[in-house]
């Protein structure tokens, strides 16, 4: 009876550690921390943008265009982000790139970059961006994400 219950309480611990590992590979990292800055990521469907937001920057909207959109923040405690320059590419699993050509958005202390993306229909794409950060120093940062249409 002791193995059958030291067996089923293993079973029981080994389905928790696989159910916590199943969550935490469910969460999509959104930043990197370089020293006292902060570089926050996202990539978005340009459908999300409102048509007057998107017709006073001239931001094309269409079911199969993105925005990256990338900010850099004092960290801990920023909350606006910091002028910096950004250059990058989007590379898809054929190892196809494409180069990432960000605009900056200045909305009142805020500065953040988007760039225009054009994308097929469920293409994953690795992202990576240099980020000169505002003390001069260069970073990479490179993350992947699964894009659909709306």
Known sequence: MKRIL?????????????????QEAKIIKSHDD????????????????????????????AGDRAFVNVTVVEHPEGKHGLGSELTGTATNLMQQARPLKFMEIREGDAVYYLAPLRFEDEETLTFAIDVKLPNGQTEKVT??????RN
């Open 34 to 61: 370089f020293g006292n800055y902060r570089v926050i990521y996202t990539v978005f469907n340009s459908e999300f943008i409102k048509p007057e937001i998107a017709q006073s920057y001239r931001l094309v909207r």
């Open 143 to 148: 993350f992947r994400r699964k894009l659909e």
């Open 6 to 22: 030291t067996a089923v309480t293993a079973a029981a611990l080994l389905m928790w550690a696989i159910s916590a590992a199943a």
